[in-house]
Nanobody, 120 residues
Framework: QVQLVESGGGLARPGEPLRLSCTAS????????ARWYRQAPGKQRERVAT???????NYADSVKGRFTIFRNNTKKTVFIQMDSLNAEDTAVYYC??????????????WGQGTQVTVSS
């Protein structure tokens, strides 16, 4: 079993940056893609950013150019740097480790989530 622990959430003013971290209990991100999701009140969970095992990244259109996902060399921690925050970025942010199964479906591990609130 793998535990994912997010940190770094909190309150930011519009235009300010914030960096979230997700630390795994094992070196999972060498074999699992790392993803950040977010869920705002009354909305569906949205995939925000992905970094694959070979380092390719992908972003939701809503954050492209403002958010950056990256891992450290130990492959146990993944970060998301969030710049130029706005009120629409307010949500609970979740870390996810994801791996497709050959048989179909996927393996997924989730963190508990961390609240990000953008407000003046």
């Amino acid at each position: 079993q793998v535990q994912l622990v997010e940190s770094g959430g909190g309150l930011a003013r519009p235009g300010e940056p914030l960096r979230l971290s997700c630390t795994a209990s094992k070196n999972i991100f060498s074999t699992y893609a790392a993803r950040w999701y977010r869920q705002a009140p009354g909305k569906q969970r949205e995939r925000v950013a992905t970094v694959t095992t070979d380092g390719r990244t992908n972003y939701a259109d809503s954050v492209k150019g403002r958010f950056t996902i990256f891992r450290n060399n130990t492959k146990k921690t993944v970060f998301i740097q969030m710049d130029s925050l706005n009120a629409e970025d307010t949500a609970v942010y979740y870390c996810n480790a994801h791996k497709f199964r050959i048989q179909g479906g996927s393996y997924d591990y989730w963190g508990q989530g961390t609240q990000v609130t953008v407000s003046s």
